[in-house]
């Protein structure tokens, strides 16, 4: 069982920066690829980016390539977002994902987050 629990949501002005954390439990965080997903209101959760088991294999849909960066410690269990260049499309719940394996962008999670707002004021 892998619990996920993300944190640093808020509102930004377009332009600005937020960094989202993702904590999990367990002791094999290693063995599960990573994700966030992202879902604006009346639309559907979609992926935004993946990262392998080690950290060595990101993927990034179009939208927020050159913008956003996946990366993950597994020392302390913990995978962020770092997200710059914010525009107001940008605004969504955020999940953070696990799924044993990687299946990069194509992940179906075994595991999801609570989510955490994003709001991107123009």
């Known amino acids: 069982q892998v619990q996920l629990v993300e944190s640093g949501g808020g509102l930004v002005q377009a332009g600005g920066s937020l960094r989202l954390s993702c904590a999990a439990s367990g002791r094999t965080f290693s063995s599960y690829g990573m994700g966030w997903f992202r879902q604006a209101p009346g639309k559907e959760r979609n992926i935004v980016a993946a990262i392998s088991g080690r950290g060595a294999i990101t993927t990034y849909v179009d939208s927020v390539k050159g913008r956003f960066t996946i990366s993950r410690d597994n020392a302390k269990n913990t995978m962020y977002l770092q997200m710059n260049s914010l525009k107001p499309e940008d605004t969504a719940v955020y999940y953070c994902?696990?799924?044993?394996?990687?299946?990069?962008?194509?992940?179906?999670?075994?595991?999801w987050g609570q989510g955490t707002q994003v709001t991107v004021s123009s």
């Open positions: 994902a696990a799924q044993l394996g990687y299946y990069g962008l194509n992940m179906k999670p075994d595991y």
